[in-house]
């Protein structure tokens, strides 16, 4: 006889390492709080994160590592680039059946194409691991750079909402986009097509 076997919640999914050309993702541990503060405390990173303060200290990373280890809402990963911290990406389960895909960068590795090859694994993991049907993503208006890796990983808009923003004290329209599980299943099957003469 057939069990139902229940989809894995936030807590119940099992820690794992995600490689990619580049990068490694991997769970964040308090070893990593010096390096993520170090990354973290810039004005260019706050003010297009909702929840990430400035400045950022040693103790909000603190908070923040401990918090996961205490089974917090977010599923985050450390993205690393030859074994040296480079930023941060994760999926935050505002409910059990809505998940949003979140990242950041240390400002040197900026423009390097890291945002989207970690957001890429990240996608992957999440429409792999869970049985969910879309994963939802925003990005402020005045960032063109988040909304060019939303949309190369095939994420579609759908409006523009307002949003706190922690560092700025104050709201500020976001681009919110989705992305389904159907238009990520026709993208991982779309192989290269062959050319030959007639
Ligand atoms: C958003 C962020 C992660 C981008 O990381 P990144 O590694 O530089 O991004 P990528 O190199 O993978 O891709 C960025 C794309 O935007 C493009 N881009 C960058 N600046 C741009 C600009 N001012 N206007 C238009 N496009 C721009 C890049 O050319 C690139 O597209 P391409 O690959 O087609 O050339 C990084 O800037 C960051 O951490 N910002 C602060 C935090 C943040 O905004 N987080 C997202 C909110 S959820």
């Not at 119940?12 to 010096?34: Q, S």
């Not at 680039?81 to 059946?97: A, F, K, L, S, Y």
């Amino acid at each position: 006889m057939l069990q139902d076997i229940p989809t894995p919640t936030l807590r119940e999914a099992r820690a794992c390492v995600l490689e990619t050309e580049r990068l490694t993702l991997r769970k964040p541990t308090l070893a990593d709080v010096k390096a993520i503060a170090r990354l973290a405390n810039d004005r260019r990173i706050a003010e297009n994160t909702r929840r990430l303060p400035h400045p950022y200290t040693q103790d909000d990373a603190i908070d923040f590592v401990r918090a996961l280890g205490a089974g917090g809402r977010e599923t985050v990963f450390l993205i690393e680039n030859n074994h040296t911290p480079i930023g941060m990406v994760g999926i935050d389960w505002r409910e059990e059946t809505s998940a949003e895909l979140g990242y950041w960068l240390g400002v040197d590795y900026w423009g390097q194409g890291f945002g989207t090859e970690a957001a890429r694994a990240v996608i992957d993991y999440f429409f792999e691991e869970f049985d969910l049907d879309q994963l939802i993503s925003g990005a402020r208006v005045v960032n063109p750079s988040s909304r060019n890796i939303l949309e190369k990983c095939g994420f579609q808009w759908g409006g523009v909402e307002l949003h706190r923003f922690e560092a700025l004290g104050s709201s500020s329209p976001v681009d919110c986009f989705r992305l389904s599980r159907g238009v990520w299943t026709s993208l991982k099957r779309w192989n290269n097509s062959t050319r030959r003469e007639s």
